[in-house]
């Protein structure tokens, strides 16, 4: 039987609201060595960015990107998963996705992440990405 999402997550995942200026995300992923954060508004889970997509959906396009809302660059249509839920689901979502995180949502909030790393921490301890380790 696979394990629930819950026993691979890694907790406490980072949050900011989406007027937050992008040049303060990517301040933030850089301190908190994360390659994503939440994005939330009014206690409900709007979106998700990566660094990528600061890159690709701000940093690539002309004017001052630095100050324009995370909201414009988050993804908007969250696929997430619950702490109860097990593995096998999890990677199912990933893999037919094409996702590399996963947020955990309990009631409604977000209590962790799932990403590639964890997946391959929990299927193989041996391989590369568990040895990196972390959000990639």
């Known amino acids: 039987m ?7 997550m890694t907790l406490g ?8 200026p992008v040049r303060e995300v990517a301040r933030v ?7 994503a954060v939440l994005v939330m508004d009014g206690g409900r889970l709007r979106g998700l960015v990566t660094d990528r997509d600061l890159t690709v959906r701000i940093l690539a396009d002309d004017g001052d990107a630095a100050e324009r809302p ?5 993804s ?4 997430c998963v619950a ?11 990933m ?3 094409a ?17 590639l790393s964890d997946v391959a921490a929990e299927r193989d301890p041996t391989c590369v990405l568990a040895r990196i380790g972390g959000d990639e």
């Open 29 to 35: 992923m850089r301190d908190r060595n994360v390659g």
């Open 13 to 20: 995942p980072v949050t900011v609201a989406p007027d937050t």
């Open 2 to 8: 696979a394990p629930q999402v819950r026993e691979v």
């Open 95 to 97: 893999r037919g996705k």
């Open 76 to 79: 908007p249509d969250v696929v």
């Open 99 to 115: 996702l590399r995180r996963l947020p955990v949502v309990d009631d409604g909030q977000p209590v962790g992440i799932v990403t």
């Open 83 to 93: 702490p109860e839920d097990d593995m096998d689901r999890a990677v199912q979502l």
């Open 70 to 74: 995370v909201a414009e660059a988050c």
